[in-house]
């Protein structure tokens, strides 16, 4: 009981913890930093973390449906 409640809080409070984070490749960022006020920088470097969302979203969609897989068989046996 302790051991799924330990890891239910770590699980709940590591999916809300952030972090300032800057993806920029290095061609990019030597083109963009060239540019006054670094607006357009900010936008390519939010379109990057946007992008890098959705593989991490679709992996955690594949181990929530596998994990109901398991769960349901195991429940019917």
Not at 7 to 29: D, E, H, K
Not at 45 to 68: E, H, Q, S, T, W
């Amino acid at each position: 009981m302790f051991n799924k409640l330990v890891t239910y809080l770590l699980g709940i409070s590591l999916f809300f913890y952030s972090t300032s984070s800057v993806a920029q490749c290095a061609m990019c960022r030597a083109v963009l930093e060239s540019e006054e006020g670094g607006v357009k920088a900010e936008a390519v470097n939010d379109g990057i973390v946007y992008l890098m969302i959705f593989p991490y979203v679709m992996v955690a969609i594949v181990f929530y449906v596998v994990y109901k897989m398991k769960y349901k068989t195991k429940k019917e046996v």
